[in-house]
């Protein structure tokens, strides 16, 4: 109980009956405002809405991985490595030729999907670049990620994400 000064037999009391009234009253409230549900509108009668229907996925991300004996494209195996290094017969142009060539398959996809999204083929309307996601054992050499950068490049996907881990400090 709290003193109200001067008089120390009087003390005052605190009625908490009301405040628990208002604090359900305000979740009761906000539990009743808040709605996972989309929006709803009403449409005025002279207005017609477009449809819309999607017939395309969106662009496939390609990912590759690897670790410490192969390379992976999405899920894909592509690549054995020896001795953390590409086989001298799957390197063309400095790049890795395999990954290169799943790359040009999933690039095809996508510009094909983006195709049939606009409607139309026009050389004026290109598709953006691609991305790709890399993810790579610590272990190996700048040099086997140079060529896999390449073998994206060459196959027109030229915005790199490498997946790295964050240090604790």
């Known amino acids: 109980m709290a003193s109200a000064g001067g008089d120390s037999s009087d ?3 605190l009625n908490v009956m009301p405040m628990l009234d208002i604090f359900s009253i305000l ?5 009743m405002s808040y709605s996972t549900d989309p ?5 005025d009668q002279n ?15 390609p990912s590759i991985t690897v670790n410490k004996n192969e390379i992976l494209v999405n899920t894909k195996k592509v690549i054995t490595l020896q001795n ?13 030729y ?16 983006a195709e049939q999204l606009r409607g139309s083929t026009d050389s004026e309307k290109k598709a953006k670049p691609g991305e790709i996601t890399i ?3 610590r272990k190996h050499d700048f040099e086997l990620l140079r060529r896999l950068m390449l073998a994206g490049q ?8 490498l997946l790295v881990a964050k240090e604790n400090i």
């Open 47 to 61: 207005l017609e809405l477009p449809d819309s229907v999607t017939l395309v996925s969106m662009d496939e991300v």
């Open 135 to 137: 993810e790579m054992d």
């Open 154 to 161: 060459q196959a027109e996907f030229i915005t790199f994400k």
């Open 84 to 96: 953390g290094k590409i086989p001298q017969g799957n390197i063309q142009q400095g790049a890795a």
């Open 98 to 113: 395999p990954v290169y060539q799943e790359l040009v398959e999933i690039q095809k996809v996508n510009k094909a999907a």
């Open 39 to 43: 929006t709803n509108h009403d449409i």
């Open 27 to 31: 979740v009761t409230f906000l539990l």
């Open 11 to 13: 003390s005052m009391s």
